[in-house]
């Protein structure tokens, strides 16, 4: 008996594929499709690394992946897979940790600018979720600038870096003080709360000594430099006091992040524009 071949239904599982801002979700021919008329990728970027007894080990990805979610669709855009490992020599021996070195990591992101331009894209944008890459990502987006072409930009923005007066006093400390692992915490509440256990929040803060300077040079110029500093400084790892975090404080923390986020690339477009280069 011939085998019965029944036509393909118009709503079959291909035709009732949702929409999505994510890359990892497309196919090639809906990447070439979105090309067509958007240029615009944004990569996360974070690290695995401790968060503290309660918290999981990718709360620096799942924060600015979430804020790209939201921000793509308001410039064009679709969310790259993130870059889950990058530098974390501060927290060298904590379990779990998984950091790669500065040059290797350097390495990946010019790798990626390359890649992504020779995709088609135009604006490539690390939206940064952990401090410690600031600088990596921005030099290294520099040492790929001469392999993009001329009408390619890709450029490191943390997703904080256009908080307003309001947001920061908000969120005072945020990145550079005690606090930030509430605000993060709370992040993780509103992304997904079964990754969180607050019944093992816990408060810890380095024994850190009187300053007569504000804090940010002090931190950078100590803890980037000194590897398992952050290990030595705590014994969980958690660096604050989460245990006042709620999935409501999460959202407007994230909500913040989109709107500078927002703010700063349309800044940095602006002044693409105004200073094209030298003919």
């Given amino acids: 008996m011939p085998k019965l071949t029944l036509p393909r239904s118009p709503c079959s599982m291909e035709a009732m594929k949702p929409a999505t801002v994510f890359l990892g979700e497309m196919t090639n021919s809906e990447v070439e499709a979105f090309l067509a008329n958007h ?16 918290a999981p080990l990718l709360t620096d990805v799942l924060i600015p992946q979430e804020v790209a979610r939201r921000v793509a669709p308001a410039i064009n855009a679709v969310v790259a897979p993130p870059v889950n490992y990058a530098l974390s020599y501060p927290h060298v021996g904590f379990k779990g940790l998984v950091h790669i070195r500065i040059p290797t990591f350097m390495s990946l992101i010019e790798d990626l600018c390359v890649s992504f331009a020779a995709s088609g894209f135009k604006r490539i944008v690390f939206l940064n979720g952990h401090y410690d890459n600031t600088y990596a990502i921005a030099y290294a987006c520099a040492n790929a600038a001469d392999k993009l072409p001329k009408d390619v930009k890709a450029f490191p923005v943390n997703y904080w870096d256009g908080f307003t007066a309001e947001d920061a006093a908000e969120w005072s400390g945020l ?21 969180v256990d607050m019944e093992r929040a816990n408060a810890e803060f380095p024994p850190f000594p009187d300053y007569t300077v504000n804090t940010g ?29 709620t999935a409501e404080k999460g959202e407007r923390y994230i909500e913040a992040g989109v709107r500078s986020t927002l703010a700063v690339l349309q800044n940095i477009e602006k002044t693409f524009t105004a200073m094209p280069p030298r003919q």
């Fill in 217 to 245: 040079p002090v931190h950078t110029a100590f803890f980037f430099t000194s590897p398992g500093s952050v290990y030595w400084a705590t014994k969980s790892g958690t660096w604050g006091d989460p245990r006042n975090s």
């Fill in 175 to 195: 990145k550079n003080g005690m606090h930030a692992n509430e605000a993060e915490t709370s992040a993780v509440l509103a992304i997904n709360p079964g990754l």
């Fill in 39 to 54: 240029h615009t990728v944004i990569v996360p970027v974070g690290a695995t690394e401790q968060h503290g007894p309660h």
